[in-house]
């Protein structure tokens, strides 16, 4: 998960290093950079005062003093004044000369809040989407875990991006538990593609007739020997001709996880990674089912994160940066 969207206040966050949306002078004034400062106690205005200030799309680093992240970045995002002033790329240059300097002060770990979209004035949803996909492009050359902290969702028009109809198809397709329930133990073991390891389970749940399910479990002695979960996700890197940080990064997940699913061959991942794996091999929803089956798990309609992954894959959405602006949107866990 090297980039995450959170909702929370900055200030209390655990991470290496958190990101103030300061003014020029570095002496501290309203939004979160009162935040940062109240939290973090008057040494931080202290350090701040042997800056010399700071200009706009520049950054300075200090010690957090009270907070519980080691570094803030002070950085000074412009005011926005209609975008023919070259807003845009100040904002950039913000969040890359903050990236700059938590990769030489040896963070894995930074928080941003979206500078410049409060009283500096950017649109908020721009401002969101140069946070993001700023962000992204220094994530592709480095590794670090990022936060961006939205801290009032409203305005940011996030998760609008490829996903227009979402909420008519939750409304379609999201059923509650009860009726899961009801669907599952009438018709779902009748399927051809639940496994006998299904049945079985089936039977332990009185859904399918105990003969049934030991009947098949003595005809087919041999069902261990499928595919693994991780043999599918190797198999799959190389068919689509991709390399493992290809498939990673896109996947967001951190390479650390990925090496120890490339070496046991009987991984058994989280139900996200299994998805965000899937999601990044592009499969289609044949094998993604495969493949989730592969580590225990099955897309529910009665599950919210369900219903708008199988929305993305009907939609040929990919992007798992897309996908979790969605998620962010129904306050669901993102990946
Ligand atoms: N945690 C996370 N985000 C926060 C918090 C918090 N505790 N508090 C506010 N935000 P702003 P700017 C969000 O106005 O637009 C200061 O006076 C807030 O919702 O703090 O870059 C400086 O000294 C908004 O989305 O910064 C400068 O003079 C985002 O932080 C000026 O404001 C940025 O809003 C800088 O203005």
């Known amino acids: 998960m090297p980039l995450k969207i959170i909702r929370q206040d900055i200030t209390k966050l655990e991470c290496d290093a958190i990101v103030n949306a300061a003014n020029s002078s570095l002496l501290g004034g309203g939004g979160v950079d009162g935040a940062i400062h109240r939290a973090a106690g008057p040494k931080l205005l202290e350090e701040c ?3 010399g200030g700071c200009q706009t799309g520049d950054a300075k680093i200090t010690y957090g003093y009270n907070l519980p992240a080691k ?17 845009r790329e100040l904002l950039i240059s913000c969040y890359k000369k903050s990236l700059d300097l938590a990769l030489s002060h040896g963070c894995e770990s930074v928080a941003f809040p979206l500078i410049s979209s409060g009283v500096y004035g950017y649109p908020k949803p721009e401002a969101f989407r140069v946070a993001v996909d700023t962000c992204l492009e220094f994530l592709k050359e480095n590794e670090m875990l990022i936060y961006i902290v939205v801290f009032d969702k409203h305005g940011y028009n996030i998760g609008k991006k490829n996903f227009a109809d979402l909420d008519e198809f939750i409304d379609q397709n999201y059923v509650s538990e009860q009726e899961e ?7 779902a073991f009748d399927l ?19 003969d049934e399910a030991i009947c098949e479990s ?15 996700v ?28 490339r070496s046991d061959i009987h991984y058994r991942p989280s139900k996200m990674t299994a998805m965000a794996l899937g999601l990044s091999l592009e499969l ?10 592969k580590a225990g798990f099955a897309l529910s309609k009665s599950d919210m994160t369900d219903v708008i992954i ?3 894959i009907r939609h040929k959405i990919y992007d798992i940066f897309a996908i979790n602006e969605a998620l962010f949107s129904k306050d669901l866990a993102t990946f």
């Open 192 to 210: 051809p593609r639940f496994s006998k390891a299904k049945k079985i389970a089936g039977m332990v749940a009185g859904a399918v007739p105990c």
């Open 181 to 187: 329930i009801f669907k599952s133990s009438k018709n």
């Open 284 to 293: 289609p929803m044949n094998e993604f089912e495969e493949l989730l089956q």
């Open 310 to 312: 199988d929305y993305a």
């Open 49 to 51: 005062r042997g800056l």
């Open 234 to 261: 190797l198999r799959k890197i190389d068919e689509k001709g991709m390399t493992d940080p290809e498939c990673y990064k896109r996947a967001n997940i951190d390479r650390k996880l990925f090496s120890k699913i």
């Open 218 to 232: 003595i005809e087919m002695p041999d069902f261990e020997l499928d595919e693994s979960f991780t043999e599918m």
């Open 71 to 87: 570094y803030v970045i002070h950085t000074v995002g412009p005011v926005y004044a209609g975008g023919n002033r070259g807003e």
